[in-house]
């Protein structure tokens, strides 16, 4: 049996049984259950799956305790299940607080069989590190002045969109002077949208530095992998990929513009 059975559920704001300079092997915090086990030998998590890593009680305290970055799901109805689904499935698993946000706090329809609640509007929605936006019916959030005026004075310090959520982006004034990408079936409309941003065709990402599109779906989740190898380290990313079984990833496969 390659994995040992956690030894015990560690209460880490609690004291420490076995010294704070006593290594042990811990599952990257994935906000799930086995965030609180131990294991005494490396290999991967029984209960989630990613690979452990070595630390110390008190790296692993601070690694608990300390802020999380945040990312702001913006969804409208009509979004497209996989867009938001991928990415969200990504930033989760690596240890970033995901929150969903809507116009209003009304149930919207995903592609018309999923119901999601979101959990906040543009009037409660808390800031956000990173602000994500999505296709599937996106029109109906670039064309609303009330959204776009709300996503004008967020400021993140990253911008994320999949899919035709670039469209909000532009709308926003966000792909100003950028290269962008988006849907391969709606490349020719964002240049009619955003004539200041120059929009690629044939590429799964850009990466401008703080703002990312990425192209449709599965694109989604190489954008995603991308931003959280250049936030958390590419072996994170590796981990959250061999996780979610994404073996199609390759990393640095996107366009990242060099300033």
């Not at 979004?79 to 689904?85: M, P, Q």
């Not at 999601?116 to 064309?143: Q, R, T, W």
């Amino acid at each position: 049996m390659g994995i040992v059975a956690a030894l015990s559920f560690i209460s880490l704001q609690g004291q420490q049984v076995s010294g704070s300079k006593l290594e042990a092997y811990y599952c990257p915090p994935c906000n799930n259950r086995c965030d609180q086990l131990s294991f005494e030998r490396p290999g991967s998590c029984q209960h989630c799956g990613m690979l452990l890593v070595k630390q110390t009680a008190e790296q692993r305290k601070e690694s608990m305790t300390g802020k999380k970055m945040s990312i702001g799901f913006y969804l409208q109805d009509g979004v497209e299940v996989l867009d938001f689904a991928g990415p969200m499935e990504v930033f989760s698993y690596s240890g970033f607080e995901v929150f969903t946000v809507s116009k209003t706090k009304k149930p919207i329809l995903s592609q018309g069989i999923l119901k999601v609640i979101p959990e906040y509007d543009i009037h409660d929605a808390p800031k956000a590190d990173i602000l994500a936006f999505f296709g599937g019916n996106a029109n109906s959030a670039a064309d609303d002045e009330q959204v776009i005026a709300w996503v004008k004075i967020q400021k993140p310090d990253y911008y994320f969109s999949v899919c035709t959520g670039a469209f909000i982006l532009g709308r926003a004034g966000v792909l100003d002077n950028l290269t962008a990408t988006t849907f391969h079936a709606s490349i020719e409309a964002l240049k009619n949208d955003v004539p200041k941003a120059k929009v690629l065709s044939d590429v799964r990402y850009v990466d401008n530095g703080n703002v990312i599109t990425t192209a449709g779906i599965s694109a989604g989740i190489d954008g995603a992998l991308h931003l959280v190898s250049k936030l958390k380290g590419e072996e994170v990313a590796k981990r959250t990929a061999f996780y979610m079984e994404y073996d199609k990833w390759t990393p640095n496969e996107g366009l990242v513009v060099k300033k």
